[in-house]
């Protein structure tokens, strides 16, 4: 199994087997977020990605955004605009999922103090009360829960409007849906025995997932549907109920009973930490003038804004960069399921590609490389062992996101030698189409 061969998920096929992961674009929903969506997504396309994920878009109108810029994609006409995205992703001979999220109690109404104060209305959409070390953070100040615990009507519903969203973006040209399950959002909410203590039928947090995959199949179809899947083994010792390895394991089974087409697991925590974007602490962000105003903002005053930065550093040493991280759970969860299954987190050369595909993974993807360099694939399809990407996994991208800053790059020497890249030529490429 190498790199540049196709690979097909439910019916669709994907002309290699290296994808761009879900990256938050913060394009929002403006008059420009179409252009700045192209001009995101569609380098990677033209150099050869076979499959761009967006980043995580939200299935409502209000609430649930986990962080500030985040697509909205309730509005069929909003949503009907983004065929001129999918249209150009196309021409390169490229393919395009959609990712529907819904940040559920990490939406920015629990944590944004800037935008609490601006919608002081706005609940959570909580699966049950939340948990005790969330509302510690909330009796100090450091988060805001005003609550809502779903009924099961309200579950429902927000089922059917992941089903809506999916129906509109099939409608826009998307080939694919991917479902935001790994990024403590609403579904691994539901996923989490951390968080679930359901007496209903959604005690049983696959149930969400089996509903949402009913309501998408029935507005939009056949269509592809994948989601990420998480394994919440990076979750704090103290921290004692938790999705073990062997729960996704047993989760990933019957999503692909269920009928979804692929999986993506990923090793995290129970909280919005590094777990997921391992790598070193950012001190230039955090140091970075331009977005203190903005980190005052969002943390509520200078302080808090330090002390956040402290949580961070103390994080980052928790998280620090593991290469191929999620490798293990892929392969343990390749072994039980007969559907492809993805691996992201950490894959930086190409050599490391090369042994993972066939074994632990079908399809391997990077994320933060993609912001480092937006044509990536050009450089690396039909590359040498040795091929590394440019990224340093240092975090400075990440960071500045709390403040609506744009998901770029930020390290000056990396992008140096990005540019000394592009003049080599590194990054020319012959369309397939
Ligand atoms: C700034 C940033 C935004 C992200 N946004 C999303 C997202 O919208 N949806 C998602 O599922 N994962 C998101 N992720 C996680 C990535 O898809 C990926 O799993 C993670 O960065 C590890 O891969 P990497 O080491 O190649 O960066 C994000 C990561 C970063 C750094
Ligand atoms: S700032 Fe640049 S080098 Fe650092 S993690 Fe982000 S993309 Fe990679």
Known sequence: ????????????????RLYRAPLLECAGNGEDAVDRLVSELEPAAEAGAGL???????????????APGMTRVHDPAFVSRLSRLTDRI????STI?????????????????????????????????????????????????????????????????????????????????????????????????????????????????????????????????LTKVPAETAAPPFVRRRLSEADAVDVCRRL?????DALVPVVGSVFWDMSIVRGAYPERAWRDDRFRAGYADAFGGRLRAKLVALGNRVESLAYDFDPAWNAGLCAAIRDAVDVPVLAEGGIRDRGQIDSLLGSDCDMVGRAR????????????????????????????????????????CRTPDVLDAVGRLRKAGAYDREERS
Do not use: K
């Open 1 to 16: 199994m190498r790199l540049e061969d196709p690979v097909t998920i439910g019916g669709l096929t994907i002309p290699n």
């Open 369 to 408: 490389p993609f912001y480092a360099e937006p044509r990536l694939p050009a450089r690396l399809l039909d590359a040498g062992a040795d091929t590394r990407a440019a990224c340093r996994s240092c975090n400075n991208c990440t960071v500045p996101q709390v403040t609506g800053a744009d998901g770029v």
């Open 97 to 225: 999922a959609i990712q529907l999220e819904h940040g559920g109690l990490r939406s920015m109404e629990t944590w944004h103090a800037g935008y609490r104060e601006a919608n002081p209305d706005v609940q959570q959409l909580a699966v049950s009360r939340p948990p005790w070390p969330l509302r510690l953070l909330d009796r100090v100040g450091f988060l805001s829960y005003d609550p809502r615990v779903m009924t099961t009507e309200e579950v429902y519903d927000l089922a059917a409007d992941f089903g809506r969203a999916a129906g509109h973006a099939v409608d826009a040209g998307y080939d694919a849906v991917h479902l935001a399950g790994a990024n403590m959002g609403v579904v691994q909410q539901f996923l989490s025995p951390f968080y679930n203590r359901r007496d209903d039928e959604f005690g049983d947090g696959v149930r969400f997932l089996e509903v949402v995959h009913d309501e998408i199949r029935a507005a939009a179809g056949d269509v592809p549907l």
């Open 90 to 93: 196309h021409d390169h001979g």
């Open 256 to 260: 692909a009973e269920r009928g979804f």
């Open 52 to 66: 761009v994920c967006q980043g995580a878009t939200v299935v409502r109108g209000e609430g649930g955004c986990a």
